[in-house]
T-cell receptor
């Protein structure tokens, strides 16, 4: 089954404690992205990757890091989380002009 | 810069009605347009993908049309059911390639029994 998986699904943490949200896809897609969704602001892209070792900033990259060492994985790293990073996070993947597939989401709360 | 707008923002209908959701985009040079469904606090489920060369796509009770020249897409839902209640989002590629989707603001649909 074609899918994008994310872990964890829910996370409550404290300010400044480094965390990583994992993302994996099984469709051999070149493109992968991270989005955050906030009430009233909709979905905004954080970072994207066009292939292994090729990443670039999206619209709201501040406070986040990513890496793409393998084609299937695209982890999102928050080195020092802050309360304004409390949000619903989605990982997505696609192969060029094809359909975009989204993961189930990770609800992050930073206190 | 691509901007996507959806009208109406919210819609409440009785079960059985046919309904139309609208999506407008400012830059007509798009590769495709995708419609998603999102249940509260949940992930995005892809409903339909229309390539730029296509005029419409159908899946069950859903039909999506695309008019690139006017920058519009519509999602038609036939014989609506309470299970159709969700937020519907349209999205188009932005940034000149396939690396990003620009999302509309969404239409929150409530279908009453």
């Amino acid at each position: 089954e074609a899918q994008v998986t994310q872990n964890p699904r829910y996370l409550i943490t404290v300010t400044g404690k480094k965390l990583t949200v994992t993302c994996s896809q099984n469709m051999n897609h070149e493109y992968m992205s991270w989005y955050r969704q906030d009430p009233g602001l909709g979905l905004r892209q954080i970072y994207y990757s066009m292939n292994v070792e090729v990443t670039d900033k999206g619209d709201v990259p501040e406070g986040y890091k990513v890496s793409r060492k393998e084609k299937r994985n695209f982890p999102l790293i928050l080195e020092s989380p802050s309360p304004n990073q409390t949000s619903l996070y989605f990982c997505a993947s696609n192969a060029g002009a094809g359909e975009q597939y989204f993961g189930p989401g990770t609800r992050l709360t930073v206190t | 810069k691509q901007e996507v707008t959806q009208i109406p923002a919210a819609l409440s209908v009785p079960e059985g009605e046919n309904l139309v959701l609208n999506c407008s985009f400012t830059d007509s040079a798009i590769y495709n347009l995708q419609w998603f469904r999102q249940d509260p606090g949940k992930g995005l489920t892809s409903l339909l993908l229309i390539q730029s060369s296509q005029r419409e796509q159908t899946s069950g009770r859903l039909n999506a049309s695309l008019d690139k020249s006017s920058g519009r897409s519509t999602l038609y839902i036939a014989a609506s059911q309470p299970g159709d209640s969700a937020t519907y989002l349209c999205a188009v590629p932005g940034g000149g390639g396939f690396q990003k989707l620009v999302f509309g603001t969404g239409t929150r649909l409530l279908v009453s029994p």
